[in-house]
């Protein structure tokens, strides 16, 4: 039976992170800067946690692994009269990193420096990519519902997974990592994402990206590559949290768990993306499908 107070807190803290998301987005660059900025810092912060566990991590070495984060996500920032200033104090921080690890009295220096870059090629690499789909976005003249529209496609499925693997699901998809999960639910998610995506590229004009021509091929595409991404984006971290012991990421989010929690898809969607749009973009703009 479920419990309405549970349910209640659960639909109003996912409310109040959807809302920001479509905040952030309709605030154009600058907005998808500060929201991969919120994701980055703590997503780090939770993720040494994870590790080490809340009376193991250092405020001093958390909040210097933040401002590492920080400079990573806002390196594709263009800056005067410096080029490239995030990316350079980010390269400070990673020499900053590797003194601290000489100098550090952890009886394994060298384990805390591996999680700490993890960390940032984890979680504040993508983040920067999404900054850098912001800015290039805006940069085109185009909006950036394109990346509200990747956070819905991600969104319908998880929930068409749910609900097809729910009511159909009965081979395994990982059990080992996740037991949950099936392949009925993978394809009906799959199947769900790359329908409601072609129709976004059909039917809704704010997200022509630039010179590419056959928009609801693109995002059709973009829809199964969500899916993939998303999938393995779960039971990446599925895999951290069982080697930890761990149910959630955190509990920054009532209902939710942590923030890991709910940008687990995100994390690979973002990478898998991008190199899509590359990749896709060069080969198929202007021209005729």
């Known amino acids: 039976m479920l419990d309405a107070k549970k349910t209640t807190i659960r639909a109003l803290s996912g409310g109040v992170y959807v809302l920001l998301i479509i905040l952030a987005c309709c605030m154009q660059s600058l907005g ?13 912060s939770e993720f040494r946690k994870m590790r080490f566990g809340s009376e193991g991590v ?8 933040m401002v590492g984060g920080a400079c990573l ?22 020499i900053g990193r590797m003194i601290l690890t000489i100098y550090s009295g952890h009886q394994h220096p060298e384990k805390v420096f591996a999680v700490d870059m993890a960390a940032q090629i984890y979680i504040a690499l993508p983040m920067a990519l999404m900054t850098y789909a912001g800015l290039h976005l805006s940069a085109m003249g185009s909006s950036c ?50 329908v409601v995506a072609a129709a976004m590229g059909a039917f809704w004009p704010a997200l022509a990206i630039g010179s590419i021509c056959n928009h609801t ?24 949290k ?19 929690d709910r940008i687990d898809s995100l994390l690979m969607v973002i990478p898998a993306m991008t190199v899509y749009y590359i990749i896709y973009s060069s080969f198929f703009s202007n021209q005729i499908i």
């Open 32 to 44: 998808v800067a500060l929201l991969a900025l919120l994701f980055g810092i703590l997503g780090i």
């Open 58 to 65: 250092s405020m001093a070495m958390n909040l210097y692994n």
């Open 73 to 94: 996500i806002f390196a594709p920032v263009p800056t005067m009269p410096l080029p490239y200033a995030f990316a350079l104090l980010w390269v400070l921080w990673l």
């Open 145 to 194: 519902l394109p990346l509200l529209a990747m956070f819905i496609i991600i969104w319908v499925n998880d929930t068409g997974a749910f609900i097809v693997g729910s009511i159909f699901g009965r081979h395994r998809l990982l059990e080992r990592v996740s037991p949950k999960k099936s392949w009925e639910g993978f394809w009906g998610g799959a199947i769900f994402a790359i």
């Open 217 to 240: 091929l693109f995002w059709a595409i973009g829809g199964l590559i969500v899916a993939l991404a998303s999938t393995f984006g779960d039971l990446f971290e599925s895999v951290i």
């Open 242 to 260: 069982r080697n930890l012991n761990l149910k959630d990421s955190g509990n920054l989010i009532p209902g939710h768990g942590g923030i890991l």
